[in-house]
């Protein structure tokens, strides 16, 4: 495996080794008067030509002030049209950027900040609450722009951008997204890939995945329902982009405002996590089909496995064009499953296409096919690092350098992944190993439920209990009722031992904009007082 760290960026000798085209510059020279992105609601287009103008200028701002290939830059905003530009203008600078989520506080937003080393800082008048907390952190930094509007200390995006060349910077290399994970407990950590030093306009492994899993072209028009910093949307958008398609983005999602999205613009491609499936499924069945979504020819899922039933009804609703993907920010893997290898395979997540698959127990060895393990992957899609974390880096691998997202699952008897849970919501009771996700399952697809949390808390004579959290489906359902009906309607699908022994409700669970639940929250209400998980 490669260190990220000392891989270091070069400057490529020649531009034109050969043909580049999977970058927005060859689309502006191409087709300059396509559209790039449409936002959905407000229904502003940026052309291949402006996205590529606006990114040249701001390469340059960045070379003007001394930054060079391997530097470091951050952006915080809302979903908007000039997240693209300032994306693919650190990406023309060679940079290492981070797009941090515009949710964080600013004691969070701070500590990304200077944990990622940045130098400049893009943000908006959307974040003013936060960045007003973060005094010495921002006046640090070397370059400070703010996007639609003026905040105290930064100068104007739009001015600055105008004064600068539009020239391209000359030996442009492919630059790197450093995301920060999302976990819930302690800090967030950057997943840092190693530079690939290749010319700029060369692509990556997920473009070719792009063209040729999920059949993308520059005719295609993708949908984005989700925060664009999240680390699915940004590739993504940043893939479609490379070809030459037209990105349509949502700036916030809303289940029948994303039916309308597809209509209104003829969507062919999208991306979404099974919370969305659910919340659009869970619409009046009159609403649902006054949208004419037939124009969707592929679309992905990932971040969470989907229940069965759920995505049985997309495929019913929508038609054998939902595809899957399992994989992480990290790179270092990647499983997929087209339509007809899930309806052959009910519940997989795919089988590896990028990365070889490797289910091991807790000592490292392989089980046997069919057992349930550790899932790690050798020889992925790219190298990495956890950002100044050495022991979080080294705690993903393996001696032999295979590395893991920390997930459990088994492999079929034809190579087909299927996840159990994430290790860490792993519930002991009675020393019986019980996996939430299945549970979860169940309740999801119940029609008084509108979402749904499964996890562990305390019990005097097991260690830990199955608690269920619920939304309800009609908030005037929640009480003893309607948790004796869940409780019975699980029993009735699963063994006992799975079961909630309780219920509670709340009018929402406390989830990502991206679907992802942050489970932990809520457990922790429910083990405070204890020194440990262990009773």
Not at 3 to 19: H, I, K, M, R, Y
Not at 477 to 486: H, I, N, S, T, Y
Request: hydrophobic letters at 35%; one cysteine or more.
């Amino acid at each position: 495996m490669t260190d990220a760290t000392s891989n270091d960026p070069a400057t490529p000798e020649s531009d034109a080794t050969q043909p580049l085209e999977a970058y927005p510059g060859a689309w502006a020279a191409k087709t300059p008067d396509h559209p790039a992105v449409i936002m959905a609601e407000s229904g502003v287009v940026v052309t291949y030509r402006e996205l590529d103008d606006a990114a040249n200028r701001l390469s340059q701002v960045f070379r003007e002030a001394g930054f060079k290939p391997g530097d470091h830059i951050a952006f915080c905003m809302e979903n908007r049209p000039e997240f693209f530009a300032i994306l693919w203008g650190a990406h023309y600078a060679g940079l290492y950027y981070t797009a941090i989520s515009s949710r964080l506080t600013a004691d969070e937003l701070g500590y990304v900040i200077q944990d990622s080393g940045s130098r400049a800082l893009i943000s908006s008048p959307y974040m003013a609450e936060s960045l007003s907390g973060l005094g010495d952190v921002l006046e640090k930094l070397e370059i400070r722009l703010s996007v639609g509007g003026p905040l105290p200390g930064f100068d104007s995006y739009e001015d600055t951008i105008a004064a600068a060349s539009a020239e391209p910077l000359t030996k442009r290399i492919e630059a790197q997204p450093m995301l920060y994970s999302s976990g819930t407990t302690g800090r967030p950590k950057g997943v840092k890939p190693a530079f690939s030093n290749e010319p700029l306009g060369t692509g990556e492994g997920l473009t070719l995945m792009t063209r040729f899993l999920f059949g993308g072209s520059d005719k295609s028009v993708y949908l984005s329902p989700a925060p664009l910093y999240h680390s699915a949307p940004l590739r993504f958008c940043t893939q479609f982009q490379r070809i030459g398609a037209t990105v349509v983005a949502m700036e916030r999602f809303d289940a029948e405002g994303a039916l309308k999205t597809i209509q209104t613009y003829g969507v062919t491609h999208s991306q979404w996590v099974p919370t969305m499936f659910v919340r659009m499924l869970k619409l009046d069945e009159d609403v649902r089909i006054s949208y004419d979504v037939s124009s969707l020819e592929c679309a992905i899922h990932a971040a969470a496995p989907c229940p069965i039933p759920i995505k049985e009804k997309m495929m019913n609703w929508w038609g054998p064009v939902v595809h899957e993907y399992y994989a992480g920010t990290e790179g270092n893997g990647f499983c997929y499953a087209s339509p007809p290898d899930w309806l052959a395979h009910k519940g997989t997540v795919g089988k590896a296409v990028s990365g070889e698959l490797h289910i091991v127990d807790d000592d490292g060895n392989e089980v046997a096919q069919g057992e349930e393990g550790g899932i790690y992957f050798s020889s992925g899609l790219q190298s990495f690092e956890y950002h100044n974390d050495p022991e979080k880096t080294a705690a993903g691998r393996l001696a032999n350098g295979w590395s893991t997202l920390g997930d459990i699952g088994r492999v079929d008897e034809d190579g087909f992944l299927y996840l159990t849970d994430r290790k860490s919501n792993m519930i002991i009771s009675g020393g019986v190993n019980i996996y939430p996700q299945e549970t979860e399952n169940v309740l999801t697809v119940h029609p008084k439920v509108t979402d749904v949390a499964v996890f562990g808390v305390p019990n005097a004579d097991f260690g830990e209990e199955v608690k269920a959290v619920v939304q309800p489906a009609n908030s005037e359902d929640a009480g003893e009722a309607l948790e004796r009906e869940l409780i019975a309607y699980c029993r009735e699908h699963l063994a006992d031992v799975k079961c909630p022994r309780s219920i509670d409700f709340r009018d929402e669970l406390p989830r990502h904009p991206t679907g992802k639940l942050y489970k932990r929250l809520l457990k922790d209400e429910y083990w405070k007082g204890h020194d440990s998980r262990l009773l």
